[in-house]
T-cell receptor, first 109, second 114 residues
């Protein structure tokens, strides 16, 4: 069974701090996606990483795909209350999306 | 583009009743997915369609669950009879290309079975 483990499961920090969340697996993925889900809404795609070692930036968010394409990280610089939400990673394996359980992030003003 | 549209947004029903959830995918998308999300199990894929044909229903929990896609613009997920353990948020998502590519999600239906 393929698993994607996300850590931490929950993170609550003050506005302005930096943070990193992780998505790890023993399986290789052809690509990996990060989604953000806000309360009462469906997940919304933030980024897709495809190449091992790839780094993508989306404003204050930096996404990295591991060299072996088994893991990924999301780093947020100077977190804002608007970054609050559930962050989900999903790995593409044999054209199926394998989902992590998510990191619930709360940014306190 | 209106995005993926799901109805109803909330459904409260009694155990044993039939429940039908509805989904209108984004026009032009050839993949449609039904997911269930709970605190305990996270996001689970129930079934997905390609060009209106069910491709993989291995995630459907049991025979009480069924899904149809009569045309490219409409899909239903039916639970009959419903049970309290079916309480969850059910999402419909659509996409293009392969099943492992980006999925666009609806706002979900929060189902409560009492």
């Amino acid at each position: 069974t393929q698993l994607l483990e996300q850590s931490p499961q929950f993170l609550s920090i003050q506005e302005g701090e930096n943070l990193t969340v992780y998505c790890n697996s023993s399986s290789v993925f052809s690509s990996l996606q990060w989604y953000r889900q806000e309360p009462g809404e469906g997940p919304v795609l933030l980024v897709t990483v495809v190449t091992g070692g790839e780094v993508k930036k989306l404003k204050r968010l930096t996404f990295q795909f591991g060299d072996a394409r088994k893991d990924s990280s999301l780093h947020i610089t100077a977190a804002q209350p608007g970054d609050t939400g559930l962050y989900l990673c999903a790995g593409n394996s044999n054209y199926q999306l394998i989902w992590g359980a998510g990191t619930k992030l709360i940014i306190k003003p | 583009d209106a995005g993926v549209i799901q109805s109803p947004r909330h459904e409260v029903t009694e155990m044993g009743q039939e429940v039908t959830l509805r989904c209108k995918p984004i026009s032009g998308h050839d993949y449609l997915f039904w997911y269930r999300q709970t605190m305990m199990r996270g996001l689970e894929l129930l079934i997905y369609f390609n060009n209106n044909v069910p491709i993989d229903d291995s995630g459907m929990p049991e025979d009480r669950f069924s899904a149809k896609m009569p045309n490219a613009s409409f899909s239903t997920l039916k639970i009959q009879p419903s049970e309290p353990r079916d309480s969850a948020v059910y999402f419909c998502a659509s996409g293009t290309g392969r099943a492992g590519t980006e999925a666009f999600f609806g706002q979900g239906t929060r189902l409560t079975v009492v």
